[in-house]
């Protein structure tokens, strides 16, 4: 079993930047395909980006492409989530979820029924 503890998290001006890393301990071999997720109070969980943890592919969703970028430091356990250009509308709880057995590319990396261990949260909170 893989544990996952994000940690990054805060209050920033809107056009501001944070990075957020999501560590994972226990058996992290149990993790073929990572993401990040957000979700606000009433909404579904939306998923931001992916990445294949064998071959480094990446995913973004569309609304924030070109500001949000995803990478992985194998030797860390870690990936992180890097967040420009912020907007009042990326203020949400973001999750961290790791997927076994299955890559990114085998089904809906953005569906969170695909993931099976999720972190606790961290808040971001973006003010214009």
């Known amino acids: 079993q893989v544990q996952l503890a994000e940690s990054g998290g805060g209050s920033v001006l809107a056009g501001g930047s944070l990075t957020l890393s999501c560590v994972a301990s226990?058996?992290?071999?149990?993790?073929?395909?990572m993401a990040w997720f957000r979700q606000v109070p009433g909404k579904e969980r939306e998923g931001v980006a992916a990445?294949?943890?064998?071959?480094?592919?990446?995913y973004v969703a569309g609304p924030v492409q070109d500001r949000f970028f995803i990478s992985q430091d194998n030797a860390k356990n870690t990936i992180y989530l890097q967040m420009n250009s912020l907007k009042a509308v990326d203020t949400a709880m973001y999750y961290c979820?790791?997927?076994?057995?299955?890559?990114?590319?085998?089904?809906?990396?953005?569906?969170?029924?695909?993931?099976?261990?999720w972190g606790q949260g961290t808040q971001v909170t973006v003010s214009s």
């Open positions: 979820a790791a997927r076994s057995a299955y890559d990114c590319w085998s089904y809906n990396w953005d569906s969170s029924d695909f993931y099976n261990t």
């Open positions: 226990g058996y992290t071999y149990s993790r073929n395909c």
């Open positions: 990445v294949s943890m064998a071959g480094g592919t990446t």
